[in-house]
Structure formats: structure tokens, C-alpha cells
Nanobody, 124 residues
Framework: QVQLVESGGGLVQAGGSLRLSCAAS????????MGWFRQALGKEREFVAA????????YYADSVKGRFTISRDNAKNTVYLQMSSLKPEDTAVYYC?????????????????WGQGTQVTVSS
């Protein structure tokens, strides 16, 4: 069982930056691939970024490539999402998730555990 708690969301102006954190419980965090997803009001949840359990590989949605960076610190049981050059269309609830049995994963159905989400609002 893995429990995930996101933090770091908030209100930021367009062009600004935020760093989201996701703290995980459990001693097996380093064996899980981790990902970030987001859901804007009235829209389906979508993939944002993923990182392998080792941290050696990352994958991004085209919409955030070059602006967002996912990273992890297995010693701290934490995964991060550094967001820069934020746009109003990045406004959403951001969720972190953990996928067991995968080196890296981009599909929602691969993820076993989800956090409660943190709101990111980008004003124009």
C-alpha cells in the first residue's frame, strides 16, 4: 500500500513557476514508477509526466515538454514536478500516482495509487 500526498499548488501569473511535491509513504517507493496527471474543469484527466523507478528515464506530454521537469528523490520518498513558463491552459488539479510493476508508465490504467490532488491556477 502506498499513500501519496501532493503539495505546492497555488495561484501564479502566466510565465511564472511552481514546484509540486508528492510525498509517498512506505518503504517500497523506489520500486514504483511515478507520474503526474492533471484534470482541468470539465475535461478528462490527462497524462503530464512520468519517471522511471530509478529516475533514469522520463517522459512528457507534448503540451508540457520543455517547460516541466519531473524528478524524484528515493531517499526522501518524494517526486517533484517543476513547472516553468506556466500558461493559463495549465490550470488544473494535478495528481501524482504510483505504478507498481512498471519501469515507466504513461497510461492511467497502469497506475495503482493516486494522491488527492493539488490545485494549480495560472492567471493571464
Amino acid at each position: 500500500q502506498v499513500q501519496l500526498v501532493e503539495s505546492g499548488g497555488g495561484l501564479v501569473q502566466a510565465g511564472g513557476s511552481l514546484r509540486l511535491s508528492c510525498a509517498a509513504s512506505g518503504r517500497t517507493f523506489s520500486t514504483y514508477a511515478m507520474g503526474w496527471f492533471r484534470q482541468a474543469l470539465g475535461k478528462e484527466r490527462e497524462f503530464v509526466a512520468a519517471i522511471s523507478w530509478s529516475g533514469g528515464n522520463t517522459y512528457y506530454a507534448d503540451s508540457v515538454k520543455g517547460r516541466f521537469t519531473i524528478s524524484r528523490d528515493n531517499a526522501k520518498n518524494t517526486v517533484y514536478l517543476q513547472m516553468s513558463s506556466l500558461k493559463p491552459e495549465d490550470t488544473a488539479v494535478y495528481y501524482c500516482a504510483a505504478a507498481g510493476g512498471h519501469y515507466i508508465a504513461t497510461a492511467e490504467y497502469d497506475y495503482d495509487y493516486w494522491g488527492q490532488g493539488t490545485q494549480v491556477t495560472v492567471s493571464s
